[in-house]
């Protein structure tokens, strides 16, 4: 029997606001890669799991009802725009942006029901082509043999300036201070949770943003790949 070659997996990988989506979606456009956000995924369930109001203890209750739930990624229009989110048919782009929605995801992604099943559902993405895998485990437990692994880091502080910059561009109030308290909540529920926690995975390319732009990191990013040089 003959094996078939996996197609490439590049995984970026990074704490809260890092700018992970941001460059994710470059390097998938530059090299003609699909972009997976695994983040939103994990949105989505989290708006799914508050509307059925489950019992996050119930784990027997959450598998069946993520057993048949459908959460389907649409390509952003452009690169500067995040992917739209299909919940069971509806568009949930702008519900499952919010910080608190952004918190409410990652206190239940800690759960095994929750983890299991979005785990398969995006290593079904990587058996159907080339892919930029995006989150917090992609590089660790979803894909952990892919091609290209990096790792990007910043301070709280260098992140939630990023982010209020963000909101601010959009015209939404922002006040900075609340959102590096929940910068480094998130985090810290992301990096102690039991199960797949956010950690550097040892064969990544650790990049730290801090003191780069935008392209800068992309920049880093595609002479790895192109290169053909493993990161780690
Ligand atoms: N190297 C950089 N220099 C300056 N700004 C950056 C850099 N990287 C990202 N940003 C900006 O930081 C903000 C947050 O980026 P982004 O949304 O891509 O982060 P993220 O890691 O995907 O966040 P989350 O984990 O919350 O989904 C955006 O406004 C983006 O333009
Ligand atoms: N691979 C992933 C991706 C995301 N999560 C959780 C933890 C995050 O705080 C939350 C939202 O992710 P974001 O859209 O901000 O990237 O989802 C995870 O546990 N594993």
Do not use: C
Request: glycine content about 6%; hydrophobic content about 40%.
């Amino acid at each position: 029997m003959s094996e078939t070659t996996p197609p490439p997996v590049i995984t970026i990988d990074g704490p809260a606001g890092v700018g992970k989506s941001t460059i994710s979606r470059k390097v998938a456009a530059r090299l003609g890669f699909t972009y997976l956000d695994t983040g939103a995924m994990y949105r989505a369930a989290a708006l799914f799991i508050d509307r059925l109001g489950i019992d996050s203890e119930d784990e027997t209750a959450l598998q069946h009802a993520l057993a048949t739930v459908s959460i389907e990624l649409l390509p952003a229009p452009d690169e500067f725009s995040d992917v739209e989110v299909v919940l069971n048919g509806e568009k949930v782009g702008a519900l499952i942006r919010s910080p608190a929605m952004s918190m409410r995801a990652s206190q239940l992604s800690a759960l095994p029901a929750v983890r299991s099943r979005l785990t398969a559902l995006q290593q079904e993405w990587g058996k159907r082509g080339a892919l930029v895998a995006e989150g917090r485990d992609t590089g660790t437990v979803v894909f952990p043999r892919a091609s290209y692994k990096f790792y990007l880091d910043a301070s709280p502080e260098i992140r939630a300036r990023r982010r209020a910059l963000q909101l601010h561009a959009k015209g939404e109030e922002v006040d900075e201070k609340k959102l590096l308290e929940m910068t480094i909540a998130r985090d810290r529920q992301d990096m102690e949770r039991p199960i797949a926690p956010l950690v550097r995975a040892t064969d990544a390319l650790l990049i730290d943003t801090s003191d780069k732009t935008i392209d800068d990191v992309l920049l880093v990013i595609l002479r790895v790949v192109e290169s053909g040089l493993q990161p780690g």
